[in-house]
DNA sequence: GCAAAAGTGTTAACTATACACCCATGC
DNA sequence: GCATGGGTGTATAGTTAACACTTTTGC
């Protein structure tokens, strides 16, 4: 039995914007389109919402499918659906960002997968409104991960204080007081220090650290702190 | 010319979830659904995005025709597209959230438009997902009131410093010190005392206030502080 | 032995919190 | 004149921010 007999269909797509960190630089992943239209075109990974599968199931198999990729920190961003915004036809999508360390998963640049990472600064032009996208996704991951420690998704398993650094001096491009920032990391219990350095970067070497997991779960879960801190002047 | 046409289409809805305050307690607007399936059910405003309209466009235009409301504080809440979220048909929803004074508004309570105000923890039981759709924003609306003075939209044009206290109180259920949140309220350079009492609620008065616009609008736009405060402990 | 990056220590300024009292008014 | 809610003051603890120096090691 169906109702809503009189009700417009519309094409429902996912875009996925993938957030990478190689240690020094964030990154973003884009693939040469391979279909219709706008066919070679440099996009954002994207497809098409199944009648069986929700919008977040589809992002997942869209991602696997462009580039192996499973299991990552993934999380609905946005809804971009003004009618004129893919020039042929009208198709409302709903956009997620996903985080992974871009080390870990060199094969996605393999000739299977058209995937190719791009400074986040500085990448090549893109379909429809997809950089307005990024910027979107950009601005999110900004305020999620001045809240949430999820940058911890980009980082390796084992990872340093100073990469960490390094990876918040480039998701807000400001420099950071290493000396208050070590501090402030230490005191947070989400650390565990390894008896094992890395010489690659530097010759005294820095511990390597790995997540609480515990720790980390329960930060992640937990909601924003409920008590209004917008009173708090901007400088 | 049209390409994706082996693609699927599905019917894309919007349902608004409307926050009100009257002075004491948080409240949520719900209607009697005037359209099959689930007629004369409790449920949120909703309807179908249409052709010529975005989403958001197509959430003013309901709000308007089912309540006469128009102009509201408005944003995008989230997504609900599990494949049998309806029992009958596949529809995919995009929720939105909208704050406003209860006492402004007493003509959507009119017979015209058949809106109920129900506090927001004790409403009757809603269609489909309706209610994860409402647990959803109000998560929402406090981590976003958390970081930005949002909730001013709740309070009356001139309003006084009790009411904020009891509005911050209602949203996120706990007591609040009015010495020290007062305090917090006037330095934060958004309210320009009047010369002018509210004595209904005391025999002392209490002075209105008022919001300061352009304070308050370059907050609502000014993005997240930047740093990361997820180092801080939860109790 | 020196350059280069890692890491620790100290202080001052600011914020948040806890708590107690006076004020204005209607009855 | 007293009960009621409105509003101000202060002292303390805790947090952030600014700044300088020591450590380790490869060459």
């Given at each position: 039995m169906k109702f809503y007999k009189n009700e417009p269909l519309i094409l429902l797509a996912v875009d996925c914007i993938i957030f990478g960190f190689n240690g020094e630089s964030l990154q973003i992943l884009l693939i040469k389109r391979g279909f219709e239209p706008e066919i070679n075109h440099w996009s954002l990974m994207g497809g098409f919402v199944q009648p069986e599968e929700s919008p977040e199931e589809a992002a997942t198999r869209i991602l696997k499918k462009l580039t192996g990729l499973e299991n990552l920190y993934m999380?609905?961003?946005?809804?971009?659906?003004?009618?004129?915004?893919?020039?042929?036809?009208?198709?409302?999508?709903?956009?997620?960002?996903?985080?992974i360390d871009t080390n870990q998963y060199q094969h996605i640049l393999s000739d299977e997968y058209k995937a190719k990472w791009f400074p986040i600064d500085n990448y090549p032009e893109l379909i429809f409104d997809h950089e307005e996208m990024i910027v979107s996704a950009k601005r999110l991951?900004?305020?999620?991960?001045?809240?949430?420690?999820?940058?911890f998704e980009l980082l390796p398993e084992k990872f340093t204080l100073p990469q960490i650094s390094s990876l918040y001096e480039a998701v807000y491009t400001i420099d950071i007081d290493k000396r208050n920032f070590n501090r402030k990391l230490l005191s947070s219990k989400l650390l565990i220090k390894l008896?094992?350095?890395?010489?690659?970067?530097?010759?005294?070497?820095?511990?390597?650290?790995?997540?609480?997991?515990?720790?980390?779960?329960?930060?992640?879960?937990?909601?924003?702190?409920?008590?209004?801190?917008?009173s708090i002047q901007e400088q």
């Open positions: 999380e609905q961003s946005s809804i971009f659906g003004k009618p004129d915004r893919e020039k042929y036809q009208r198709v409302v999508s709903i956009t997620y960002f996903a985080l991951l900004r305020s999620k991960a001045a809240v949430y420690p999820i940058l008896n094992e350095k890395d010489k690659e970067n530097s010759k005294k070497g820095a511990f390597y650290y790995t997540l609480n997991r515990d720790v980390y779960k329960e930060r992640i879960m937990s909601f924003l702190r409920y008590l209004p801190s917008w």
